[in-house]
């Protein structure tokens, strides 16, 4: 979701989304050709019943009783200027997306269900539980570490870990072809957003 100047606010759902197209609070903001097309919730309704004949394969739909909506990729707020603070919340899935899905220690990568999460200095020991001191680790080199600092341990971090300035799991999904239309306004809020 863009606030009116075509900053990125939020990711919403597509429920919120529609909502907020159904009460005119919103329009749809398509990209073709490198031009930026707006639409209402009526003249959306028109373009999703021609893109479902013509490349249905092209996008997400949501099924009414009587027709098929395409699931909007962008939409702009048409009142809504300002920008929240976004704070990147510390979860498993966040630590996962920074890392990569690679054990800090041994640099291999993993699926999430082989992976832990390491506390570079143990709790036991008074370690805080924050972005600076948690990282992906694979179940092997965890059992290694055990209770111990990495340099008790003889073990190296590959990269220390740092708080993201942006939710990791967006950069997942702009490598998705269906949210290339995102990365152009991301980039613009990356190289305009004033640092403090």
């Known amino acids: 979701m863009l606030n009116r100047h075509y900053a990125p606010v939020r990711i919403i759902s597509v ?3 529609f909502t907020l197209l159904l009460k005119d609070l919103a329009e749809v903001i398509h990209i073709e050709d490198g031009k930026y097309l707006a639409y209402d919730y009526e003249s959306w309704r028109e373009v999703s ?7 249905p394969h092209e996008h997400d739909w949501i099924r009414t009783v009587r027709f098929y909506l395409a ?15 976004q704070e990147v919340k510390f979860n498993r899935r966040n630590i996962f997306a920074r890392d990569s899905n690679r054990c800090q220690y041994c ?23 924050n972005w ?15 209770g111990r600092t990495p340099e008790e341990a003889h073990m190296k971090l590959i990269t220390p870990p ?5 939710s990791p799991v967006v950069s997942i999904q702009l490598s998705d072809h269906r949210y290339r239309s995102w990365k152009q306004f991301l980039d613009h809020a990356y190289w305009n957003v004033e640092l403090k």
């Open 49 to 55: 019943a021609l893109r479902r004949e013509f490349e």
């Open 107 to 129: 640099g291999r990568k993993f699926p999430t269900t082989e992976l832990s999460l390491d506390h570079v200095v143990p709790r036991s020991r008074n370690g805080p539980n």
């Open 71 to 85: 699931v909007p990729r962008i939409i702009r707020l048409t009142l809504f200027d300002r920008l929240p603070r």
């Open 162 to 166: 740092v708080k993201p300035k942006r």
């Open 132 to 146: 600076e001191n948690v990282v992906c680790c694979c179940l092997r080199c965890n059992v290694k570490k055990g």
């Open 15 to 17: 429920r919120r989304a």
